[in-house]
């Protein structure tokens, strides 16, 4: 069976939006929902709905995932667990994308998507079911859905009277390309409830491998 190709940014071009907004969400007292534990970068949005993304060797990727609400197939446990007729995500994929696979299985975990990359190009077993990804909303695909993650984070936990955080300071986080320091941070989150050197700690962690 054919795969189908998919149009996603290489996984090192989405390195310096997921550090950043690892960075604020660490800064923020919420780390756990987005890091680095190589070699795995991890997402969620606090709600269940998660994205995974498993660095392998030769520059392959894979790319997995649910959305909790929206993911319409259902593979391996979850087509039991729910009742519901089984999307395989492997169909036509290599053997390369079953050991992320397998890990998410082993941690009891159900999956919605999952996306392979070769060293050049992504791909995906063929199903015409919505698989979840779009409504993920994974923010590191883009600068702009980092950047108002991140300003969306800032203005959840700072006082209203510290003011509008600042673009500009966002877009330096996520041009530092991981290599954060508290400083950057600083100039985004000017307050003292805000631990920056652990959010430049989680930035950094992006570097690991």
């Known amino acids: 069976m054919?795969?189908?190709?998919?149009?996603l940014p290489d996984p090192m071009?989405?390195?310096?939006?997921?550090?950043a907004l690892a960075a604020?969400?660490?800064?923020?007292g919420h780390g756990e929902r987005c890091q680095?534990?190589?070699?795995?970068?991890?997402y969620d949005d606090g709600h269940g709905s998660w994205a995974d993304l498993h660095h392998l060797d030769e520059g392959r990727a894979v790319l997995l995932g649910q959305d909790r609400n929206d993911s319409e197939t259902f593979y391996a446990e979850a087509s039991d667990f729910f009742e519901e007729k089984?999307?395989?995500?492997?169909?036509?994929?290599?053997?390369?994308?079953?050991?992320?696979?397998?890990r998410v299985r082993d941690a009891e975990l159900f999956l919605g998507f999952v996306y392979g990359f070769d060293g050049s190009t992504w791909h995906r077993a063929e199903y015409d079911l919505d698989d979840g990804f779009t409504s993920v909303g994974l923010p590191p695909l883009s600068t702009d859905r980092t950047r108002e993650a991140i300003l969306t984070t800032v203005r959840h936990v700072q006082d209203p009277a510290v003011g509008e955080p600042s673009r500009e300071s966002a877009d330096?986080?996520?041009?530092?390309d991981a290599e954060v320091d508290?400083?950057?941070l600083t100039a985004l989150i000017p307050s003292a409830a805000w631990d920056t050197e652990a959010g430049a700690a989680a930035a950094r962690a992006f570097h690991a491998g």
Request: charged share 15%.
């Open 2 to 7: 054919a795969l189908v190709q998919l149009d």
């Open 13 to 19: 071009a989405l390195r310096g939006r997921w550090a």
């Open 24 to 28: 604020v969400q660490a800064a923020s």
């Open 36 to 42: 680095a534990l190589w070699p795995l970068w991890h």
């Open 86 to 102: 089984e999307t395989d995500l492997l169909a036509g994929a290599p053997e390369w994308w079953e050991p992320p696979v397998r």
């Open 172 to 176: 330096a986080l996520i041009a530092a």
């Open 182 to 184: 508290a400083a950057l």
